[in-house]
């Protein structure tokens, strides 16, 4: 009973904060970027839940508990994200100050490369929305059994959908902030009862030291290699500037400055979630022992130390996770349609009023092909959303990244990085990950490689671009 109402009173608070948000938009700059007048608190918020998803709370500490802190290189990328967006690519991006990152691809790149893009990120986004979907409904039908999970489906989706075509980037941004409260409170308590009863942080560790030392080796003992960590790190660390759903938050900054404050200020507040689901999961070895399966052990320790209504504070920040990414990546799909796609194809000029329309309907049709789609949803479907986020990364990374970084890089070489890192990053799955890099990996590489080569043997780009993005208006 006390899952149940907890996991009610926070999809409604949740649909009241998005539903008052909405008010504010008055026209499809408020909806794109929040009228570009965010402050740090929001842009911390939003970018800490979108990074936030349920996988990160329950799939890490899964993760941790098998390896130890062998396992922590899975967040040292996303770390790396905000240090170089705070001392650099934040103030970059936030001057250029358009919407999407296709706009920044056409600013720089040129017209093919920006509706390519589109195209790649729009498809990414919608499989993206249905599995955090899908995880939603795990959690509300886990928390209240009497619920099946189509049931749970059409629910979740609704209110987030709702709330995300009325209210935009403003509506999203103060829901995951929300979001993010609740993910913090939820994990920091299960850390103090777990800990707690595995004796203290020093206990563990000389506990873990007797029963399973290769818990507190960096590498896990032998399991996870050095490849594998370099992976996470730069998977991670690099791999999220060709994410849109996180790069383009920058856009919605009120000033540069804002802009890379928040992104320093991110890098802290990630410490407070991946250090607790550490510590959760250390305790988790002694408490319970023998888990076989990664994605029982969250469950689990909160089924056994946790009192019915903590446990339902707990799960609502579980679910927080998924719908605060969940609509993220739905605003970002519709926003992409419209912007990246519609008007960069049609010839038809939009009024303000009918670009505002158009989104709100497009994000409410693309809301409900994925509430159907993840009823529907096969284990190829699910494949393919599991892949299509690196994939989405190892096509944008380099050429968003040279963006800034390079003046030589130009209109020919960008094409041919972005097609070489989307193949390289498709053929490393299909070889099924050699040496167990991560297919951004070598994407990185071969994209790098193919940017300079056919960069330096064609025209270097017009005085224009290379004045815009490296004049004396931009910074330095």
């Known amino acids: 009973m006390e899952l149940s109402v907890s996991i009610v009173l ?19 700059e408020d909806w794109f970027v929040a009228g570009r007048n965010l402050g740090v608190v929001p842009l911390v918020g939003t970018y800490f839940a979108t990074i936030i998803s349920t996988v990160s709370v329950v799939g890490y500490m899964g993760y941790y508990y098998i390896h130890g802190w062998g396992g922590w290189w899975n967040w040292a990328g996303t770390g790396l994200t905000s240090f170089i967006a705070a001392l650099w690519f934040a103030r970059r991006l936030r001057t250029f100050g358009q919407i999407t990152l296709p706009d920044l691809l056409e600013a720089r790149y040129g017209k093919a490369q920006s509706i390519l893009g589109g195209v790649v990120i729009l498809v990414a986004m919608v499989f993206f929305t249905c599995a955090q979907l899908a995880g939603s409904a795990a959690v509300v039908t886990t928390a209240i059994p009497n619920i099946d999970r189509t049931t749970a489906i059409i629910v979740i989706g609704a209110i987030f959908i709702l709330f995300t075509a009325l209210g935009g980037m403003e509506a999203v941004a103060w829901t995951d902030t929300f979001c993010s409260a609740v993910i913090l409170i939820g994990v920091w308590i299960l850390m103090y009862v777990v800990v707690g009863e595995a004796g203290g942080v020093a206990q563990i560790h000389r506990k873990l030291a007797e029963i ?3 818990a507190l080796d960096p590498f896990a003992g032998g399991a996870i290699s050095f490849g594998v960590a370099m992976s996470w790190f730069f998977t991670w660390g690099l791999g999220n500037f060709g994410a849109p759903q996180f790069s383009t938050r920058i856009y919605a900054a009120k000033d540069p400055e804002t802009a890379a404050k928040s992104q320093a200020y991110v890098a802290v507040t990630f410490i407070f979630i991946y250090l607790p689901l550490m510590l959760i999961a250390l305790a988790g070895i002694i408490l319970v022992p023998g888990i076989e399966k990664a994605d029982t052990v969250a469950p ?11 446990g339902g504070l707990i799960m609502a920040g579980v679910l927080g996770a998924a719908i605060s990414t969940a609509d993220s990546v739905l605003l970002l799909a519709g926003t992409t349609f419209v912007r990246d796609i519609l008007q960069k194809v049609s010839s038809r000029q939009y009024s303000h009023a009918a670009l505002l329309k158009i989104a709100r309907v497009t994000t409410l049709v693309i809301g409900i092909i ?7 949803m096969t284990t190829g479907v699910m494949w393919i959303q599991a892949n299509m986020v690196g994939i989405m990364g190892s096509m944008l990374s380099i050429v968003v990244l040279a963006a800034f970084a390079w003046k030589r890089a130009n209109s020919q070489g960008g094409m041919a990085a972005m097609i070489v890192g989307l193949l390289t990053a498709v053929i490393w799955e299909y070889l099924k990950r050699p040496m167990g890099w991560f297919p951004i990996l070598p994407s990185l590489l071969t994209g790098l490689v193919a940017l300079v080569v056919v960069s330096l043997i064609t025209p270097p780009p017009p005085k224009k671009i290379i004045d815009q993005f490296f004049g004396e208006g931009s910074v330095k």
Do not use: C, D, H, Q
């Open 10 to 28: 926070f999809l409604a608070l949740l649909l009241l904060i998005g539903v008052f948000v909405s008010r504010k938009i008055k026209n499809e």
């Open 212 to 214: 399973k030392p290769t």
């Open 300 to 310: 689990t320790l909160i089924g056994k130390y946790m009192s019915p209504w903590t």
């Open 370 to 376: 994925a509430i159907l789609s993840t009823i529907n």
